[in-house]
């Protein structure tokens, strides 16, 4: 009899883990509002249809289920509403998560600030596909305490009435996660999608790792990049922003790619540009896009923006800053944690207050293909500081690829170089782009350290009067560098054209020599 009702009860289990594991496709009832909550944590529901209808939320819908489909009948046909004041409409526990062809509604409805109409509690992998999201008071997407939107697909996605940032990808602040340390995010892919005017920054992505004190009063950065592991932001409009379209901090790995940014709103304030990316910059490849600014805006506006002058220590979060007892760095947002550099441009004379600046400056920047439509409201088309190896015309496989520079005339300078430390250097312009030496501005230097183009020279092509054409920089040798009464060239152009900056960035000599190898400097 033991055995007998041994093997019953081993059936009945069996059984039971049969019905626990067994997909279920589900229906959704526009009326069963609860039902649909349970469905999306239950562990057997794998996909959730929903026929067109507004579906409105009263509580925060917790998706647990892994590789859970939601499917509507499209965009505008099937609502998924935030109805009350919560956090989030959706907040995602469970992985890979495939959702399409509907709207995700926040209502305007987010309890807090910075809360999402989606957010990644911890989980990575969503996909979304056909989706609008629209309504929130703060994000479309983001992570939860600091966590990434890891392996976050968007793909014919849709952004309208954001009033912050329609995506942020990672945000850094150490010490929400317990102190965990996040060196790379899973790659993000945005493709497609359509960022509606309203918003602030359509796609953000603040990284690195804060430590919020560092034993001597002052706070400072853990690691110096994350890696975005070869994010792709490509085929995406995005429509006037009132501060930026693209936004990163301490980002590497990314490809931008074939998007068209159609500038600031008019009412947008200072110091916004499409894309914007400062410290320890690295990596990041800019080709094929489509840059406007309407002549409406009131203030002059930058294209791109790529910046690295924040090397000073970073003052301690949540208390005043020894060093400049006016500032604060607090930990939940705001202006406040905005370091001011005027402690970087005291570097030379206060080396307690200088983090090597030179050392947070973007490395390995391409700029090729894109097209620079012509504004009176665009001041730089293109402006770097304290970088090296910033390649305008090619791509990171050596491909020459020509950007577009429209509307540059003779003295009107669109691209800059410059810094507050040594400067940007290791710059190739090549030739065939609009662009000659009177449109570059090439800044001092305000630290002590020697200008870093003395030694990795900002080179820009132009084409001679000759079937060649222009000369590479690995095919020239030019030596002493600095020189002070002669410079020695070695080329194998018959041709060519040279240019020779001071120490200021002035021009001191620019003319086409044939054959020469010994110049005299006046």
Same mark, same amino acid.
């Given at each position: 009899m033991k055995i007998f009702y041994a093997r019953l009860l081993c059936i009945a289990i069996a059984n039971v883990l049969l019905i626990q594991v067994k997909a279920e496709t589900r229906t959704a009832d526009v009326n069963n509002i609860s039902q649909i909550i349970n469905w999306m944590k239950d562990?057997?529901?794998?996909?959730?249809?929903?026929?067109?209808?507004?579906?409105?939320?009263?509580?925060?819908?917790?998706?647990? !289920?892994?590789?859970?489909?939601?499917?509507?009948?499209?965009? !505008?046909?099937?609502?998924? =509403?935030?109805?009350?004041?919560?956090?989030?409409?959706?907040?995602?526990?469970?992985?890979?998560?495939?959702?399409?062809?509907?709207?995700?509604?926040?209502?305007? #409805?987010? %309890?807090?600030?910075g809360n999402p109409i989606f957010r990644f509690n911890k989980s990575k992998g969503h996909h979304f596909e056909e989706v609008l999201f629209t309504n929130s008071l703060w994000m479309g997407i983001t992570g939860i305490n600091a966590y990434a939107t890891d392996g976050l697909h968007l793909i014919h996605c849709e952004f309208s009435n954001i009033d912050l940032m329609c995506l942020q990808i990672f945000n850094r602040n150490t010490n929400k996660r317990g102190g965990e340390v996040i060196t790379s995010v899973d790659k993000v892919v945005i493709d497609g999608c359509i960022f509606h005017e309203g918003y602030e920054t359509g796609v953000s992505s603040d990284n690195g790792n804060d430590r919020e004190d560092s034993g001597d009063g002052t706070g400072r950065r853990y690691t110096e990049s994350t890696s975005l592991s070869g994010t792709e932001i490509k085929n995406c409009v995005f429509h006037k922003s009132k501060q930026f379209h693209i936004a990163m901090v301490q980002s590497k790995n990314v490809l931008i790619q074939n998007n068209t940014f159609y500038g600031m709103t008019d009412d947008a304030g200072g110091g916004c540009q499409p894309i914007h990316m400062e410290q320890f910059t690295q990596n990041i490849e800019i080709y094929d896009n489509t840059f406007y600014m309407d002549n409406t805006v009131e203030q002059a506006y930058m294209y791109i923006h790529i910046n690295g002058t924040e090397g000073h220590k970073r003052v301690t979060q949540q208390r005043p800053s020894?060093? &400049?007892?006016?500032?604060?760095?607090?930990?939940?947002?705001? !202006?406040?944690?905005?370091?001011?550099?005027?402690?970087?441009?005291?570097?030379?004379?206060? %080396?307690?207050?200088?983090?090597?600046?030179?050392? &947070?400056?973007? =490395?390995?920047? &391409?700029?090729?293909?894109?097209?620079?439509?012509?504004?009176?409201?665009?001041?730089? &088309?293109?402006?770097?500081?304290?970088?090296?190896?910033?390649?305008?015309?090619?791509?990171?496989?050596?491909?020459?690829?020509?950007?577009?520079?429209?509307?540059?005339?003779?003295?009107?300078?669109?691209?800059?170089?410059?810094?507050?430390?040594?400067?940007?250097?290791?710059?190739?312009?090549?030739?065939?782009? #609009?662009?000659?030496?009177?449109?570059?501005?090439?800044?001092?230097?305000?630290?002590?350290?020697?200008?870093?183009?003395?030694?990795?020279?900002?080179?820009?092509?132009?084409?001679?009067?000759?079937?060649? !054409?222009?000369?590479?920089?690995?095919?020239?040798?030019?030596?002493?560098?600095?020189?002070?009464?002669?410079?020695?060239?070695?080329?194998?152009?018959?041709?060519y054209s040279v240019s020779i900056f001071d120490i200021t960035g002035a021009v001191r000599m620019s003319s086409v020599k044939k054959k020469l190898r010994m110049i005299k400097l006046v």
């Open positions: 562990g057997i529901t794998t996909k959730i249809i929903f026929p067109a209808g507004t579906y409105n939320f009263t509580s925060t819908i917790s998706l647990e !289920n892994d590789d859970l489909i939601l499917e509507g009948s499209g965009m !505008n046909e099937t609502i998924i =509403r935030l109805a009350a004041k919560k956090n989030t409409l959706i907040d995602a526990k469970g992985n890979n998560a495939r959702i399409c062809k509907l709207t995700l509604d926040g209502g305007k #409805n987010q %309890k807090a600030w020894n060093t &400049y007892a006016t500032w604060t760095y607090n930990v939940y947002g705001g !202006n406040e944690r905005r370091a001011s550099t005027s402690c970087a441009k005291e570097g030379h004379i206060n %080396k307690d207050c200088k983090r090597d600046v030179h050392a &947070y400056g973007p =490395r390995n920047i &391409y700029i090729a293909g894109n097209t620079f439509n012509e504004s009176t409201m665009a001041s730089h &088309y293109v402006s770097v500081n304290e970088g090296e190896n910033i390649q305008i015309g090619t791509k990171k496989d050596g491909t020459v690829s020509l950007n577009k520079f429209m509307g540059v005339s003779a003295g009107v300078v669109k691209i800059h170089f410059g810094g507050n430390d040594e400067g940007t250097g290791d710059v190739l312009i090549k030739a065939g782009q #609009n662009i000659t030496v009177d449109n570059v501005e090439i800044k001092d230097v305000n630290f002590d350290l020697p200008a870093i183009r003395l030694k990795k020279p900002i080179v820009i092509e132009t084409k001679s009067d000759v079937s060649v !054409n222009e000369i590479h920089r690995q095919d020239v040798l030019f030596y002493p560098n600095p020189a002070s009464n002669f410079i020695y060239i070695n080329s194998s152009e018959h041709e």
